[in-house]
């Protein structure tokens, strides 16, 4: 069985600063893909970005990147120069086999 | 327009209710599935589908029903509502490679009162 676990429930920045949010996940397959997807106020999910667990290099989409550990199961989000437009759910999640699975999410708080 | 469509929004029913949400999408995927959010739970499968003739169970899949009506079109339905399925649901598509990304509809908020 293939499990994701967010442990920070809620986060909170100052707008312009950086923020990690952490993801760590466990599953027995060999090939899989890993997301984080966005949810802000308006409900519609949003793909923030991807990493191909077979790529050693993080992802990267502007002010938005990864940090794969694959040995330690864990895939942190770190945003930089933080926008108001940033205040969103942040789900973690793995594609493997037929399915996604999903993390229980970490809101965040920009703060003017 | 929007590739992946829901109706309704929202709907507010009483315990009991037939329901049914539908889901439209025009990316042309062949993978369909439903969702359903819960506060601190993050998103649950309820059921996927790869095609037309294809349907598959979820982890939640207890007291709902599908049906996979054509390639664009994947329905959700409640046979008997009980208030314990109020909740956020989506549908989101997929083309199904290994890096490709769900698409999700817009959600619909049900409360089964």
């Known amino acids: 069985a293939q499990t994701v676990t967010q442990s920070q429930p809620e986060m909170s920045v100052q707008e312009a600063e950086t923020v990690t949010l952490s993801c760590t996940y466990d599953?027995?397959?060999?090939?899989?893909?890993l997301f984080w997807y966005k949810q802000p106020p308006s409900r519609q999910m949003i793909l923030v970005i991807r990493?191909?667990?077979?790529?050693?290099q993080n992802a990267t989409e502007n002010r938005f990147s990864v940090n794969f550990q694959k040995a330690a199961k864990s895939f942190s989000l770190k945003i930089s120069d933080s926008q108001l437009g940033d205040t969103a759910m942040y789900f973690c999640a793995i594609h493997t086999g037929n399915q996604f699975y999903f993390g229980t999410g970490t809101s965040l708080t920009v703060i003017p | 327009d929007a590739d992946v469509t829901q109706t309704p929004r929202n709907r507010i029913t009483k315990t009991g209710k037939r329901i049914m949400l539908e889901c439209s999408q025009t990316k042309g995927h062949d993978r369909m599935y439903w969702y359903r959010q819960d506060p601190g739970l993050g998103l649950q499968l309820i059921y996927y589908?790869?095609?037309?003739?294809?349907?598959n169970k979820g982890e939640i899949s207890d007291g709902y029903s599908v049906s996979r009506q054509a390639q664009a079109k994947f329905s959700l339905s409640l046979e008997s509502a009980i208030p314990n399925q109020t909740a956020l649901y989506f549908c989101?598509?997929?083309?199904?490679?290994?890096?490709?990304?769900?698409?999700f509809g817009p959600g619909t908020r049900l409360t089964v009162l």
């Open positions: 990493q191909e667990a077979y790529k050693q």
């Open positions: 589908s790869f095609d037309v003739k294809d349907i």
């Open positions: 989101a598509t997929s083309a199904g490679q290994g890096n490709d990304e769900q698409f």
């Open positions: 599953t027995s397959e060999s090939n899989y893909y």
